[in-house]
T-cell receptor, first 113, second 116 residues
């Protein structure tokens, strides 16, 4: 069975600082990995995904993530936080042969002046 | 990408009643999914709905409580029956869609249900 662990349910950064949101996964087969963002009172928006190929993937709004198989990680980063980045972020895993997504518990990102 | 709308966006219902949530997609899609997001928690898959077949429910979810319809390739409904306060959640519809590459899941804006 696959699972996702997001370390830190709440992360607070200063505006302009590095954003690092951690995600580790467990999967017995090569995974597809996703990061979604949920703004208050909205649905989920796909930020970026890893399926195959280049392990560093770039997404929308300046976010990127690196798939590290040896560490079973897919951490999300952004060099410089903006106030508009305040939201909840979910990491999700899907095994290649299936279509079900398994979500982590989410990380609430707070950006302070 | 696929654009998904849900109705209603929110509702307040009395216990013992039912709420039917509609999900409309702007493209034909084979697979649609229904998720529940309880307050302060992550998303849990309720069921997968393919057009022309019975929905497949995840462990802990049953058809009597969460009947689903999928009459065509752009529409689905989820009914939450015999409501109790524990059903207060956000319910999200999602679809699996490909624009040429691997399939991705796109989500609707959600329906916020409060049961009193």
């Amino acid at each position: 069975a696959q699972s996702v662990t997001q370390l830190g349910s709440h992360v607070s950064v200063s505006e302009g600082a590095l954003v690092l949101l951690r995600c580790n996964y467990s999967s017995s087969v090569p995974p597809y990995l996703f990061w979604y963002v949920q703004y208050p009172n909205q649905g989920l928006q796909l930020l970026l995904k890893y399926t195959t190929g280049a392990t560093l993937v770039k997404g929308i709004n300046g976010f990127e993530a690196e798939f590290k198989k040896s560490e079973t990680s897919f951490h999300l980063t952004k060099p410089s936080a903006h106030m508009s980045d305040a939201a909840e972020y979910f990491c999700a895993v899907r095994t290649g042969g299936g279509n079900k997504l398994t979500f982590g518990t989410g990380t609430q990102l707070k950006v302070e002046l | 990408s696929a654009v998904i709308s849900q109705k209603p966006s929110r509702d307040i219902c009395q216990r013992g009643t039912s709420l039917t949530i509609q999900c409309q997609v702007d493209s034909q899609v084979t697979m649609m999914f229904w998720y529940r997001q309880q307050p302060g928690q992550s998303l849990t898959l309720i069921a997968t709905a393919n057009q022309g077949s019975e929905a497949t429910y995840e462990s802990g979810f049953v058809i009597d409580k969460f009947p689903i319809s999928r009459p065509n390739l752009t529409f689905s409904t989820l009914t939450v029956s015999n409501l109790s306060p524990e059903d207060s959640s956000i319910y999200l519809c999602s679809v699996e869609y490909s624009s040429g590459g691997p399939f991705e899941q796109y989500f609707g804006p959600g329906t916020r249900l409060t049961v009193t």
